[in-house]
Nanobody, 123 residues
Framework: QLPLVESGGGLVQPGGSLRLSCVVS????????IGWFRQAPGKEREGVSC????????NYADSVKGRFTISKDNAKNTVYLQMNNLKPEDTGVYLC????????????????WGQGTQVTVSS
Protein backbone atom coordinates (compact mmCIF):
# COMPACT_ATOMS: atom_id res chain seq x y z
CA GLN A 1 0.00 0.00 0.00
CA LEU A 2 1.31 3.40 -0.98
CA PRO A 3 1.90 5.74 1.92
CA LEU A 4 0.09 8.57 0.13
CA VAL A 5 -3.01 8.31 -2.05
CA GLU A 6 -4.50 11.31 -3.84
CA SER A 7 -8.11 11.70 -4.95
CA GLY A 8 -10.58 14.38 -5.97
CA GLY A 9 -9.31 15.25 -9.42
CA GLY A 10 -11.51 15.54 -12.46
CA LEU A 11 -12.69 17.71 -15.30
CA VAL A 12 -13.92 21.18 -14.37
CA GLN A 13 -14.76 24.32 -16.28
CA PRO A 14 -12.69 27.49 -15.85
CA GLY A 15 -13.79 29.29 -12.72
CA GLY A 16 -14.84 26.06 -11.07
CA SER A 17 -13.58 24.40 -7.91
CA LEU A 18 -12.15 21.07 -6.81
CA ARG A 19 -10.97 19.72 -3.50
CA LEU A 20 -8.09 17.27 -3.61
CA SER A 21 -7.40 14.86 -0.78
CA CYS A 22 -4.15 13.17 0.18
CA VAL A 23 -4.67 10.24 2.54
CA VAL A 24 -1.53 9.28 4.42
CA SER A 25 -0.94 5.81 5.82
CA UNK A 26 2.00 4.43 7.73
CA UNK A 27 3.25 7.95 8.41
CA UNK A 28 2.28 10.37 11.13
CA UNK A 29 1.21 13.82 10.01
CA UNK A 30 2.41 15.12 13.37
CA UNK A 31 5.97 14.56 12.15
CA UNK A 32 5.76 15.07 8.39
CA UNK A 33 5.23 18.10 6.22
CA ILE A 34 3.09 17.58 3.14
CA GLY A 35 3.59 19.21 -0.22
CA TRP A 36 1.35 19.37 -3.26
CA PHE A 37 2.99 19.37 -6.68
CA ARG A 38 1.67 19.36 -10.20
CA GLN A 39 3.05 18.02 -13.43
CA ALA A 40 1.73 19.37 -16.72
CA PRO A 41 2.60 17.80 -20.08
CA GLY A 42 5.87 19.19 -21.39
CA LYS A 43 6.54 21.17 -18.24
CA GLU A 44 8.68 20.64 -15.18
CA ARG A 45 7.08 19.52 -11.94
CA GLU A 46 5.95 22.57 -9.98
CA GLY A 47 5.54 22.97 -6.24
CA VAL A 48 2.03 24.25 -5.60
CA SER A 49 1.66 24.37 -1.83
CA CYS A 50 2.91 22.84 1.39
CA UNK A 51 1.93 22.61 5.03
CA UNK A 52 4.23 21.98 7.96
CA UNK A 53 3.85 19.12 10.40
CA UNK A 54 2.37 21.49 12.98
CA UNK A 55 0.08 23.06 10.43
CA UNK A 56 1.35 26.44 11.46
CA UNK A 57 3.27 27.13 8.27
CA UNK A 58 1.83 27.07 4.78
CA ASN A 59 3.31 28.20 1.49
CA TYR A 60 1.86 28.72 -1.96
CA ALA A 61 3.23 29.23 -5.42
CA ASP A 62 2.58 32.75 -6.68
CA SER A 63 0.42 31.32 -9.45
CA VAL A 64 -2.11 29.90 -6.98
CA LYS A 65 -2.05 32.40 -4.11
CA GLY A 66 -5.51 33.60 -3.22
CA ARG A 67 -7.14 30.69 -5.08
CA PHE A 68 -5.82 27.53 -3.40
CA THR A 69 -5.93 26.66 0.28
CA ILE A 70 -4.08 23.79 1.93
CA SER A 71 -5.29 22.27 5.18
CA LYS A 72 -5.04 19.04 7.11
CA ASP A 73 -6.94 16.84 9.49
CA ASN A 74 -4.51 14.83 11.59
CA ALA A 75 -7.30 12.66 12.99
CA LYS A 76 -8.12 11.53 9.47
CA ASN A 77 -4.49 11.45 8.31
CA THR A 78 -5.57 13.58 5.39
CA VAL A 79 -4.32 16.75 3.75
CA TYR A 80 -6.60 18.77 1.51
CA LEU A 81 -6.03 21.21 -1.32
CA GLN A 82 -9.05 23.39 -1.98
CA MET A 83 -8.77 24.86 -5.46
CA ASN A 84 -11.06 27.71 -6.44
CA ASN A 85 -11.34 29.84 -9.57
CA LEU A 86 -9.51 27.21 -11.55
CA LYS A 87 -7.79 28.20 -14.78
CA PRO A 88 -6.75 26.11 -17.80
CA GLU A 89 -3.12 26.55 -16.77
CA ASP A 90 -3.91 24.65 -13.55
CA THR A 91 -4.32 21.48 -15.62
CA GLY A 92 -1.97 18.65 -14.69
CA VAL A 93 -1.39 15.64 -12.51
CA TYR A 94 -1.42 16.68 -8.87
CA LEU A 95 0.77 14.72 -6.50
CA CYS A 96 1.23 14.92 -2.76
CA UNK A 97 4.48 14.16 -1.00
CA UNK A 98 5.65 13.74 2.59
CA UNK A 99 8.94 14.84 4.10
CA UNK A 100 10.43 15.74 7.45
CA UNK A 101 12.51 18.75 6.35
CA UNK A 102 9.77 21.31 6.77
CA UNK A 103 7.36 23.05 4.44
CA UNK A 104 9.30 23.08 1.18
CA UNK A 105 8.34 23.65 -2.45
CA UNK A 106 11.20 21.62 -3.91
CA UNK A 107 10.43 18.02 -4.73
CA UNK A 108 13.88 16.89 -3.66
CA UNK A 109 12.98 17.76 -0.05
CA UNK A 110 10.34 15.01 0.09
CA UNK A 111 10.75 11.31 0.69
CA UNK A 112 7.38 9.73 -0.05
CA TRP A 113 5.10 10.32 -3.02
CA GLY A 114 1.66 9.39 -4.17
CA GLN A 115 0.77 8.45 -7.74
CA GLY A 116 -1.24 11.56 -8.46
CA THR A 117 -4.70 12.60 -9.53
CA GLN A 118 -5.53 14.27 -12.84
CA VAL A 119 -7.01 17.76 -12.88
CA THR A 120 -8.26 19.10 -16.19
CA VAL A 121 -9.61 22.62 -16.49
CA SER A 122 -11.34 23.11 -19.79
CA SER A 123 -14.55 24.45 -21.26
Amino acid sequence: QLPLVESGGGLVQPGGSLRLSCVVSGLTLDYYSIGWFRQAPGKEREGVSCISSSGGITNYADSVKGRFTISKDNAKNTVYLQMNNLKPEDTGVYLCAAGYRGCKTKGSEYDYWGQGTQVTVSS
